[in-house]
Structures are given as C-alpha cells and as structure tokens.
C-alpha cells in the first residue's frame, strides 16, 4: 500500500458534549461511553492500513472523557492537532491542511468517528479508488445525506470545503459540487450510516457485531429494546 495519512476528526466523549441526541433514551454518559467506543473502533480501523500514517484531528478535553485512559493509550504515538475553524466545513479543510503540514507530499483519507463499522479492509478499498488513474477525490456518502470520508490526492483542495454548510441533508451534495466545480475528478464510496439516532445506533450496531460499539450498545436495552440489534437485515 502506498503512503497515505489517515485523518479521524474526532471530539473527546465527554458526557454532555458528544451523541446528544441518544439522550433519551441513552444517559449522557451511556452516550458518551459509545461515542469512546466508536472512537477506539475508528482507530483499530484507520492503524490496520498499510503504509497508513494515523493523525487525528481532536476537540475537547481527552482527561475528562468516558474511556480516558484507553483512549490515551491509543493515541499514545499519534499526532493529535487541535481542530480549529469557526464551522465544521472549515475545521474539516484545517484538519487536511494541518496534517499536510505534519505529513509534507501524503495523499489524505479523513473520517469521523461517527462510523465505527468501518474496518481496514472497506478503507483499503476506499484508498484502491483513491489511487485509480483519474481519480482526485473519493467521497463516501451518508444515508443521512451527509458524508462520512473524504480523500483527496492532494490536501490542498480540501480549502473548497470551507464555506460548505454541514449538517444538511444537501451536505454530501454539496460537497460533491464543490469538489467538481474545483475540476476534480470524485470517485463514489459505499454509503454508510452514521451514529446521530439511537435507531442509526442500531442498525450500525447490528452491521458490526464484533465491534466495541456494538458490545457497548449490547449493555444498554433502553437503546436497544425493540429488539433489532441481534435480528438478521
């Protein structure tokens, strides 16, 4: 596998500030301890790619975080810059251009921590369309109508991004237009679903047994009790 850098945009679980809107049913810090969990999971993923170079993009405070002490030993040999930007759209070109900085000449895959049935095997056949004669740009989209990776033969480009509103059900189109409109060629990945519901909890939960999401989503049946999580799709 070629040289690649890696980027997770990531936010400390710290109860209260992250998976709000599991809470109810989920406490804060039922939630917060998914949000850890998704987080490690996204991390085991981005580590297993060859010739990969991890870098995370964080916001929070890490010491106050649900799994702090796990999560600090995984990171432990990772650049982890601070996220800066006033919106999301600018903090996802900051985390490209910081980590273009660290990693000077690496092509960049970013994620979210929001996907933790993401494994190294979907990211190195993400990174397999990113390397595709042609190809400038892969984006996967969201089935919320946003997007959970982007990649971009050069971190540069990611400056069209800034000025992209995020949060929308138009989010991922958008993206896409600006990445066209710059005169890049966009590559499509799978589309995946992202944690913002405790039904979106579910039904990730449900695609990734083996996960330590799922084994955390397991323990919580106020989340859980319709009885999905184990059922075949």
């Known amino acids: 596998m070629r040289g690649v850098a890696l980027i997770v945009l990531a936010k400390a679980p710290e109860p209260g500030r992250v998976k709000t809107r599991l809470c109810p049913p989920a406490t804060a810090e039922q939630a917060a301890d998914l949000a850890a969990a998704a987080f490690l999971d996204t991390l085991d993923a981005v580590r297993g790619i060859a010739g990969g170079r991890p870098v995370v993009a964080l ?6 975080a649900v799994r702090a002490a796990e999560l600090a030993e995984a ?27 660290l990693l000077p000449g690496l092509p960049t895959l970013l994620l979210g921590m929001d996907t933790p049935q993401v494994d190294a095997a979907l990211l190195t056949g993400c990174l397999d369309r990113l390397w595709h004669p042609g190809v400038d740009a892969v984006l996967g989209p969201a089935a919320d109508g946003g997007w959970w990776a982007l990649g971009l033969r050069d971190p540069r480009w990611a400056a069209v991004l800034a000025g992209v509103p995020t949060s929308r059900a138009d989010t991922g189109e958008r993206t896409l237009g600006v990445l066209r409109a710059a005169g890049l060629q966009v590559a499509t990945l799978p589309e995946l679903t ?11 939960g449900r695609s990734a047994p083996s996960t330590r999401f799922a084994a955390a989503l397991a323990a919580l049946p106020a989340l859980t009790a319709g009885g999905t999580l184990g059922e075949a799709g």
Not at 59 to 64: K, S, Y
Not at 76 to 95: N, S, V
């Open 59 to 64: 916001t929070g405070r890490l010491e106050h």
């Open 75 to 101: 990171l432990r040999d990772t650049p982890t810059p601070a996220q800066r930007g006033a919106d999301l759209g600018e903090r996802i070109a900051a985390a490209h251009a910081d980590t273009a900085a």
């Open 194 to 204: 992202d944690v913002d519901t405790a039904a979106d909890a579910v039904v990730v």
